[in-house]
């Protein structure tokens, strides 16, 4: 995984301050400030790196509330013994800047623009076992009904080779 992913561009929240919740993580795979977090199954009582095509809108048979949102911290498990990890809910009011899985696709200001308000998921390019890498998390351009991201308006001058996004209503793991 890598540090960083996802960074907030803005938040338009009028309670103010994003806080974040403390999770438990299994012994394992490290989660990284600014990475998407997950619970594998409903019930689990740890966190772990979101997997690939994540995430998507309550009521998807199989995978309802299983996103928890984004590491504020790096976790504390080491690989034998479990720790904690604090980690901002999914909230439509805050505004992430993350990589784009294919440049191409989101490289001038009309391409970008055709996939505003798109509903998107996003791509975790290594295994959640593997060596942490650079840029793990992309956003992926390809809109469903039920994937959990939605493309946000954004002047790709002012933050060249990003994407800003938004997470859903209805993709958190506490409906």
Do not use: C
Request: charged fraction near 15%; charge should be negative; aromatic fraction near 6%.
């Amino acid at each position: 995984m890598a540090t960083g992913d996802f960074i907030v561009l803005e938040e338009s929240s009028s309670q103010g301050g994003r806080g974040g919740r403390l999770y438990n993580v299994a012994a394992g795979t490290l989660i990284y400030a600014g990475e998407p977090v997950q619970i594998r199954a409903v019930g689990n009582v740890v966190v772990e790196p979101s997997l690939t095509s994540t995430p998507v809108v309550s009521g998807t048979a199989g995978v309802e509330g299983l996103f928890v949102g984004i590491a504020t911290t790096n976790s504390t498990n080491t690989a034998s013994a479990a720790g904690s990890v604090y980690v901002i809910p999914t909230n439509s009011d805050i505004t992430y800047l993350g990589n784009p899985d294919v440049a191409a696709t989101w490289d001038t200001q009309a391409e970008y623009d055709a996939l505003v308000g798109k509903r998107v998921l996003l791509k975790n390019s290594v295994t959640v076992s593997a060596t942490p890498t650079s840029g793990t998390y992309t956003v992926l351009a390809s809109d469903s009904a039920s994937n959990g991201v939605s493309v946000q308006a954004m002047n790709i001058l002012e933050h060249p080779g990003k994407v800003a996004i938004a997470f859903r209503k209805g993709t958190s793991n506490l409906l």
